[in-house]
């Protein structure tokens, strides 16, 4: 059982979190409403995240396979959408169709093109987000800025698949300056691809920005921030 102090906690960081996603939408002259707060609730238990679902949550992002289904199939999201955040391989693209109302982290021709297949079989369209990997980083997945434009135009020629945006990571870093180049470059390819003028490729989410830069995110034109542990507490493993 969750404790008392534990859902005061939550209560009190989200609310926290909004105030600091509403202040860093202002000072970018945007509309706090505008921007989507998604609880990347990975290793939490289905009662946390029933808990978290009763609170100012948009959705909820899942980072594994295994704790998507667990999750959604015990209706731990009270009817909010969840969306698969993380690494995604090949052989369980099955169990997150239907599951996942948004897949964010398509960030290979291989990944697009098993989903393109399964999706076809299900009779479905799943909406997607490209990954980018805009710090270059071994360990991290997603294309480059340059193998973008490939991957975009290969999404583009499915049909059972819809772009709606660009997912990202960029690399940790202490400084504030080099972590907002990070992210302005990513709005950057946002933009330029939403000017490609493709008829089934809609640019409208921005996902970038976790729990310690997502004011900067914010400021730099995310649409949707995911965030972990400034909601739930430190990662128990």
């Keep these: 059982m969750l404790t008392q102090e534990q859902l005061t906690m939550m209560a009190e960081n989200v609310a926290r979190i909004r105030e600091n996603m509403a202040a860093a939408a202002r000072e970018a002259g945007?509309?706090?409403?505008?921007?989507?707060?998604?609880?990347?609730?990975?290793?939490?238990?289905?009662?946390?995240?029933?808990?978290?679902?009763?609170?100012?949550?948009?959705?909820?992002?899942?980072?594994?396979?295994?704790?998507?289904?667990?999750?959604?199939?015990?209706?731990?999201?009270c009817g909010k959408p969840s969306h698969f955040i993380g690494h995604?391989?090949?052989?369980?693209?099955?169990?997150?169709?239907?599951?996942?109302?948004?897949?964010?982290?398509?960030?290979?021709?291989?990944?697009?093109?098993?989903?393109?297949?399964?999706?076809?079989?299900?009779?479905?369209?799943?909406?997607?987000?490209?990954?980018?990997?805009?710090?270059?980083?071994?360990?991290?997945?997603?294309?480059s800025p340059e193998a973008l434009w490939p991957l975009l135009d290969a999404a583009a020629a499915q049909e059972h698949i819809r772009v709606k945006g660009l997912m990202a990571i960029p690399p940790v870093n202490d400084d504030d300056a080099q972590n907002r180049r990070y992210l302005a470059a990513v709005h950057d390819l946002f933009v330029k691809a939403g000017e490609r003028g493709y008829s089934n490729v809609e640019m409208q989410t921005l996902s970038m920005g976790m729990s310690g830069d997502y004011e900067n995110a914010i400021r730099e034109g995310a649409t949707l921030v995911r965030i972990g542990t400034a909601i739930y507490g430190e990662r128990d493993y």
């Design 88 to 143: 995604l391989q090949t052989n369980k693209i099955k169990k997150v169709l239907g599951r996942a109302s948004l897949i964010q982290s398509v960030g290979s021709e291989h990944l697009l093109t098993a989903i393109e297949k399964e999706a076809a079989k299900a009779g479905i369209v799943q909406n997607v987000l490209l990954e980018v990997n805009i710090g270059g980083e071994e360990s991290k997945s997603g294309v």
């Design 30 to 77: 945007r509309d706090p409403a505008d921007i989507l707060l998604c609880a990347a609730c990975k290793t939490r238990t289905v009662e946390e995240v029933i808990a978290s679902a009763a609170l100012p949550i948009d959705l909820f992002g899942e980072n594994h396979v295994q704790e998507l289904c667990a999750n959604f199939d015990a209706g731990a999201y």
